[in-house]
Structures are given as C-alpha cells and as structure tokens.
C-alpha cells in the first residue's frame, strides 16, 4: 500500500506559478513512475505529466507542455510539479497517483488505468 498526500493547491492570478507536492509513505516510492492528472468541472480526468522511476524521462500533455515541470525526490519520497504562466483553463483538482512499475526505470506512463494509488487531490484555482 502506498499512500499519497498532495499539497501546494491554491488561489493563483494568471501567469503566475504555483509549486505543488505529492508525498508518499511506504518504502517502495523509488520502485513507482508517478503521474499528475487533473480534473477540471465539467470534464474528466485528464493527464498531466509523469515521470520514470529514473527521473531521467518525463512526458508532459500538449497543453501544459513547455509550462509544467515534473521532478521528484525519491529520498523525501516527494514528486512535485512546478506550474509556471499558469492560465485560467489550468484551473482543477491535481491528482499525483503512483504505478507500481517493475520494467524499465526510464519508463513513464501516460494511461491513467495503468496507476495503482492516488491521492485525494488538491485544488488549483487560476483567476483571470
């Protein structure tokens, strides 16, 4: 079992940044690719960015791409996502969810009904 606590949600003008948290229990977060979603009213639950077990390999979606950075830190078993220029459509629940990945250590993965835990989210408002 893992258990995931996300943090950092609030209230944001547009273009600003926002930093937020995810920190896990459990020993095994290094054997785990991590993953953001989102999931804003009135849409589903939408990828974000993940990140390998490695940290060397990260994909992100089209519409955060070049804006959002995901980073972790597998001795405070903490991954983050950095949000910069953030937009009034960035507005959502943030989600970090853990994939109990045995292959590669450079693998990501994008399929949200391919992660195991998740967190209760946390709310991300951008005003205009």
């Known amino acids: 079992q893992v258990q995931l606590v996300e943090s950092g949600g609030g209230l944001v003008q547009a273009g600003g940044s926002l930093r937020l948290s995810c920190e896990a229990s459990?020993?095994?977060?290094?054997?785990?690719?991590m993953g953001w979603f989102r999931q804003a009213p009135g849409k589903e639950r939408e990828f974000v960015a993940t990140i390998s077990r490695s940290g060397s390999t990260t994909v992100y979606a089209d519409s955060v791409k070049g804006r959002f950075t995901i980073s972790r830190d597998n001795a405070k078993n903490t991954v983050y996502l950095q949000m910069n220029s953030l937009k009034p459509e960035d507005t959502a629940v943030y989600y970090c969810?853990?994939?109990?990945?045995?292959?590669?250590?450079?693998?990501?993965?994008?399929?949200?009904?391919?992660?195991?835990?998740w967190g209760q989210g946390t709310q991300v408002t951008v005003s205009s």
């Open positions: 459990g020993r095994t977060f290094g054997g785990n690719v």
């Open positions: 969810a853990a994939d109990r990945h045995y292959g590669s250590a450079y693998y990501a993965e994008t399929d949200e009904t391919k992660y195991d835990y």
